[in-house]
């Protein structure tokens, strides 16, 4: 009778993937959007201007993408809380966010070239590889 002892290596791959490191990305929130041009979520032809709210947990990696359709266009995503709808987090161009603290958020996208506004985003929020 053998008895099986597990090496170095297997024991820290099993503990790697309990802890969810070994693990693919994750999508936490992806959609289209109106950009933010009229400052409100939802305006009065009943365009959706924020994201739905989507949970962030302190300490985790997110990963934050979008683009917005039209010819001359930048736009600026906004983090904001979900309850006080604050300004948490923002950014100018694609990249990486780790929250603070845990708590429900949105997306906006603020349009930052003059003149332009009223376009489609497109987003994708995942935690990080």
């Not at 993937?17 to 041009?37: F, Q, R």
């Amino acid at each position: 009778m053998y008895m099986y002892i597990p090496s170095v290596q297997s024991v820290l791959t099993a503990g790697l993937a309990l802890t969810g490191m070994l693990t693919e990305p994750s999508t936490v929130a992806d959609g289209k959007v109106m950009d933010y041009a009229v400052e409100k979520c939802v305006d009065a032809d009943g365009n959706k201007r924020c994201t739905k709210p989507f949970l962030v947990t302190k300490s985790t990696c997110y990963k934050i993408e979008w683009k917005t359709d039209g010819a001359l266009t930048h736009t600026t995503a906004e983090v904001r809380d979900a309850g006080s709808y604050e300004l948490v987090y923002y950014r100018d161009t694609d990249g990486e966010w780790t929250p603070k603290k845990g708590e429900l958020v949105y997306l906006d996208f603020k349009p930052k070239v003059m003149g332009t506004g009223n376009d489609t985003v497109e987003y994708k929020v995942t935690t990080c590889e």
